[in-house]
């Protein structure tokens, strides 16, 4: 048994080297740099979003959409230059819209609101009235002022004064102005103009327009607000912390192909984190791309030490999608033909009539979210019409090849990884676990203690349950072999001195030295079957 028996210490197993090279050791010096730089990069993200001006496009359309719910004549507004009408029956309604337009725009950090109203004088000629909100001298011959307590309520007491406005004017022109800011490439900025006109009739009755229009921001508009002091000292932290980071890194570069790959994207997340705190501090304007790239990669560093802190076992999501994610991406990639072919189709048929195929990211979002169940009843209904039937057959093929197949394809892909990765590792001894580590670290060495390179020789040209079955017989039978080789390691030299140095007594008939020659025997014929049954095992049963 001496060819198959390894002596380690059993007292202690060694990790399992998956997500990190054996050259790089994780110390803790480490872990709290890399908590120190998560909890920065956490910090600065939301300090980000505190400074950014307060505009909520869908809040403000979906208060327009339901601003006439029983008109049949409702639109939703769209921020283009094509005027959006809507009736106007009544001087309540009107009062109405002058209160949700300015409670709307001045929730949405508006700069300026004008309600301007146009009176008719006896003698014909029209007199401008302007009722300020805030933020501009008038002159004119009749001012109504709306104190900022009352803007965004405009209860009783401003009734009166709207009510007033409507019944003497022939038109009313409310005017919001705002900074809008879109992140990208760079911070891109521009002023909107909402304007909301107000055409009446003689019992108050009329129309109301609503005109959008852009323009660029003038260049002192063009920089973010200014950062206060705790985010200037978490940019100035993420400059020198990260520059710590990349020399660790480069220092454990060296390793495994996987181990690089996972090291030149921590080191290209401490570099994003670097640039955007660096024009953050000079420009005041930073890209978003960058601090949500840092932020991730800061996150996403933790996880290996998760088996500094939990031991090897919290590292087995990460294992099971470093093994799958190669078979998954093949997947996917041959669904993508299917995929792109049923969004086209969806377009080409249903974009007349439904919303959620208008276009072809839309229908592509639609057909996305129908893998986990969503839109599923929305999609019967919005087939309905001149083609139901197509439709019918559209939805039944798109779940069926989805969710059916494509989605059941890549959950046993993750299945499978997680049998390989796990089912291997607990099914074995810790003997076997350590020679299966030495193993691993010989990429030249083949024994029959290994169920891998076993199961690559049996699956080739096997299904794939055969060779899965096959898969876990024979890891099944190498345990066995190993845990019968241990026990005769530790006790077969103690059953041989009690047998080996025990002689049959002079009396032919007594049944205990005949019961103990006939147990040599049985041992000595069970030993040459177990070392049969090896050499069997090591030659792949060839």
């Not at 979003?49 to 049949?72: C, F, I, K, S």
């Not at 206060?228 to 390793?255: E, K």
């Amino acid at each position: 048994m001496s060819n198959v028996a390894i002596t380690p210490d059993f007292g202690h197993c060694p990790p399992r080297r998956l997500l990190i090279s054996a050259r790089s050791s994780l110390t803790w010096s480490q872990l709290f740099l890399h908590l120190f730089i998560v909890l920065l990069s956490t910090i600065k993200v939301f300090l980000g979003v505190q400074t950014e001006p307060g505009y909520n496009t869908l809040a403000m359309r979906h208060q327009w959409q339901t601003l006439l719910v029983h008109e049949d004549t409702r639109q939703l507004m769209s921020f283009s230059n094509n005027d959006n009408i809507w009736p106007l029956p009544s001087q309540d309604l009107a009062i109405n819209v002058m209160r949700l337009f300015t409670s709307t725009y001045f929730s949405s950090n508006t700069s300026c609101i004008n309600m301007q109203s146009t009176n008719v004088d006896p003698d014909g000629k029209d007199r401008p009235v302007i009722m300020s909100v805030y933020g501009a001298d008038n002159h004119c011959k009749k001012h109504y002022k709306i104190t900022l307590s009352q803007l965004g309520i405009l209860g009783i007491n401003s009734e009166v004064l709207l009510r007033r406005c409507i019944v003497s004017s022939t038109a009313v022109q409310l005017m919001a102005n705002f900074t809008v800011y879109h992140s990208g490439a760079y911070r891109i900025c521009r002023e909107w103009t909402i304007r909301l006109i107000l055409s009446f009739q003689g019992d108050g009755t009329g129309h109301m327009y609503i005109r959008p229009s852009s323009s660029p921001c003038p260049s002192s508009f063009y920089r973010a607000p200014q950062a206060d002091g705790w985010l200037l000292a978490a940019d100035s932290l993420l400059i020198m912390l990260p520059v710590a980071s990349i020399m660790l890194l480069a220092g454990s570069i060296g390793g495994s192909w996987v181990h690089n790959a996972i090291s030149l994207w921590f080191m290209l997340g401490d570099l994003a984190s670097i640039f955007s705190s660096i024009m953050n501090m000079i420009f005041h304007n930073t890209p978003r791309a960058l601090i949500a790239l840092s932020a991730l990669t800061s996150w996403l560093r933790l996880v290996q030490y998760a088996q500094l802190i939990a031991g090897p076992d919290a590292t087995v999501l990460a294992r099971i999608l470093f093994s799958s994610l190669p078979e998954i991406s093949k997947i996917i990639i041959g669904a993508s033909p299917i995929m792109f072919g049923l969004t086209i189709t969806g377009v080409s048929l249903f974009a007349y009539r439904s919303s959620r195929f208008s276009s072809f990211g839309v229908a592509f979002q639609t057909l996305f979210a129908m893998v986990n169940g969503d839109y599923v009843q929305e999609a019967f209904q919005d087939t309905e019409g001149d083609l139901w039937l197509i439709g019918l057959i559209y939805i039944v093929s798109a779940v069926s090849v989805i969710t059916w197949i494509l989605l059941n394809m890549i959950l046993a892909r993750i299945q499978s990884g997680f049998f390989d990765e796990v089912l291997s590792q607990d099914f074995l001894s810790c003997r076997s676990r350590f020679h299966l580590q030495h193993l691993r670290s010989s990429p030249h060495t083949t024994t029959f203690f290994d169920p891998y390179h076993l199961c690559s020789d049996r699956s080739k040209n096997s299904s794939v349950p055969t060779a899965k079955l096959e898969c876990i017989l024979t890891r099944f039978r190498q345990t066995l072999i190993t845990m019968t080789s241990e026990w005769m390691h530790a006790h077969g030299s103690a059953i041989d001195n009690m047998l080996n140095h025990r002689s049959p007594c002079a009396d032919s008939r007594c049944i205990v030295c005949q019961e103990l020659t006939r147990f040599q025997l049985e041992r000595v014929r069970f030993t040459v079957l177990l070392k049969q049954l090896i050499h069997h095992a090591s030659t792949g049963g060839e």
